[in-house]
């Protein structure tokens, strides 16, 4: 970690950056990603730095008051729902659950959707997993579809978007606006619930971290 004109930051460069990025950890610091082969790394991030001092600070303004936001919302669920977890409507005893046994109940709750909303799309997926991995809530590949274990505690109007984000990549790879045209057909509050999609994977896994729920790999 390093420190310049009071902002924390890391460099991160390997193989897989392909872009130079910027990142902001929900602690604070930035986190700046370069491709290898860059050069000046340093020097670039301490001229950005002193060219975007208050728009750094408003950005780490708002994630802090989001934060915040957040952990008043976790203690407000904990207050009420006291060793309990609301799953799709159902209220379950946390000393019933499991890690396997939440994600057992994603999956079959997603496989119902899946169905449902694929066959109203016309599409046709080969398989569902779901996923234990920070980096997405869903995915698609080929014509395969993940999704992601932190997901368990959304609404199933979330998941009924997400999954129709998911399927339309099977006709559509990229977020091209043919891509969002397809989703809109499907979900039309569609930019309203990716909104809130996002809000909620740290708020639940704040809740299943309070828990011991939450797999190693997504803390």
């Not at 780490?60 to 729902?81: A, G, L």
């Not at 006291?82 to 994600?103: A, G």
């Not at 014509?143 to 997400?162: G, M």
């Not at 909104?195 to 939450?214: C, D, F, R, S």
Request: net charge positive.
């Amino acid at each position: 970690m390093q420190e310049f004109l009071g902002f924390k930051f890391e460099i991160v460069s390997n193989k897989r950056i392909k872009n130079y990025f910027l990142k902001y950890n929900v602690n604070g610091h930035l986190i700046f990603g370069f491709p290898l082969h860059a050069k000046n790394k340093l020097d670039f991030v301490q001229t950005y730095i002193n060219r975007n001092s208050k728009k750094i600070q408003n950005i780490i303004k708002k994630q802090y008051d989001k934060q915040q936001t957040t952990q008043q919302q976790v203690f407000h669920y904990i207050r009420n729902h006291p060793n309990t977890l609301v799953i799709f409507n159902h209220t379950y005893d946390i000393n019933s659950l499991s890690i396997e046994y939440l994600s057992t109940i994603l999956y079959d709750k997603c496989i119902l959707l899946l169905d449902e909303i694929a066959g109203n799309m016309g599409l046709h997926y080969s398989k569902l997993s779901i996923s234990y991995v920070k980096g997405y809530l869903g995915q698609c590949k080929g014509d395969s579809i993940k999704i992601d274990y932190r997901n368990i505690l959304n609404t199933e109007e979330l998941l009924r978007y997400l999954i129709t984000h998911e399927l339309s990549h099977i006709r559509h790879r990229n977020h091209s606006p043919r891509f969002w045209m397809e989703v809109a057909t499907y979900f039309p509050n569609y930019k309203q619930a990716r909104k809130e999609l996002k809000v909620a994977a740290h708020y639940n896994a704040t809740i299943l971290k309070h828990y011991g729920l939450l797999p190693q790999r997504l803390q």
